[in-house]
DNA sequence: GAACTATACTGAGGGAGTCTCAGTTTGGAT
DNA sequence: ATCCAAACTGAGACTCCCTCAGTATAGTTC
């Protein structure tokens, strides 16, 4: 329930800016995918050769850190949305987009739990993202539905709390065993309609 | 990925110690609710009346401090199953269990994810108790399947993966909007058969 | 190319938390 | 009354978070 615009990490104007903040986040996606979401803060400005304090003038928060380190990834996934709405198989067009999906949010340990917050949490740098990532889904999701593949009572919002639930037990079986794709399957086959057409 | 015996806390025989353990556990609860399995244990030892070096006595790490303060809710979630294995309706019997289990799992933020860990990493206090819960999960729902009830290809880890996702969904939402009850119940509706005999 | 200034960088330092251990106290047995 | 294993204490070393006063410099302007 954080109040107020959130700090949306903005890539700096002078070239010694530009370059520490490229190489921050070069070593926030190494320490994160190494560490979780968790990984000590001085660490990264440390490996990318900075002083903590330069860290925190380009990232003033860690969730500022996080959302710049997902964000391409994000609006890859929302691009790849829109390309499979106009798919003829609108549950396969779904399902491939919830496997993509489910694989993002699990890059790094305390990932997914961070964009379940951000979901519903205005004040946090990655709700604008998670929010088009909402729309789009629930785009493939009314198409699935409409064709009669997918239960018609089924939410947006149910929809991501069993997207990201999936990508919780993915994220907590990493790196070795991989439980996720057999979750996932199950869900979807969980929701497609029980009596299809004839 | 933990080696040798976890520590299992054991109520101490002197009656200070015993006073103490006893403090200590009922400030841990109160915190743990309040804050998360991430409390301060110097916070809890200060509200317990003891110095910190009491309750590391007793709690050599956070693991075994949360294995304490959750081991009589396993408990009786185990007792539970094997009084529900009676039941004439299986499907009943399982989904009145999981319901249970997933408001134990949720019991407070951060319990699920040790849980979850704790089921695969015998290096981990909670190790043995989620051995029994699962034990105990497992002929429930072998007995659902042997119904005819739930799909047979299930199988025992799954159905704590998704007793798990269920959990930490929960666990996310509190204590405002509360998402589980939903998703548990597409997630049974999911795994139920198919095509229930006529 | 010198002067200027907004932008950017630095790292010491205060605060919070974890965990250890050398020294001290005490419950309960003999 | 004596004894000692069990239990307690809290200072201190460590790690991490985050801030801010002081310093440096990229890029602009003349």
Redesign the interface.
């Known amino acids: 329930m954080t109040t107020g615009t959130p700090h949306i990490a903005q890539r700096p104007k002078r070239a010694d800016g530009r370059r520490n903040y490229d190489a921050i986040l070069a070593a926030a996606r190494t320490a994160f995918e190494a560490d979780g979401s968790e990984a000590s803060l001085e660490n990264i400005a440390a490996r990318a050769g900075v002083a903590i304090g330069t860290l925190y003038r380009h990232f003033p928060t860690r969730a500022s850190l996080v959302e710049a380190a997902t964000r391409d990834g994000l609006a890859d996934l929302v691009a790849r949305a829109e390309r499979l709405a106009a798919s003829p198989d609108p549950l396969e067009a779904l399902s491939e987009w919830m496997e993509q999906a489910v694989r993002h949010f699990s890059t790094f340990r305390g990932l997914v ?1 961070i964009l ?2 951000s979901m ?1 949490d205005e004040g946090t740098p990655s709700h604008a993202m998670c929010n088009a990532m909402h729309r789009s889904g629930a785009d493939l999701l009314r198409a699935a539905q409409a064709a009669g593949r997918v239960r018609p009572d ?1 939410t947006p ?2 929809l991501f ?2 997207l ?3 990508a ?2 993915r994220e ?2 990493l790196p070795d ?1 991989d ?1 996720s794709p ?2 996932l399957r ?2 979807l ?3 497609t309609t ?1 009596n299809p057409e004839p």
């Open positions: 739990g379940a917050q519903y089924l919002g149910e709390d069993l990201s639930g999936a919780w037990v907590q079986s065993r439980g057999r979750f199950l869900v086959e969980g929701i029980r």
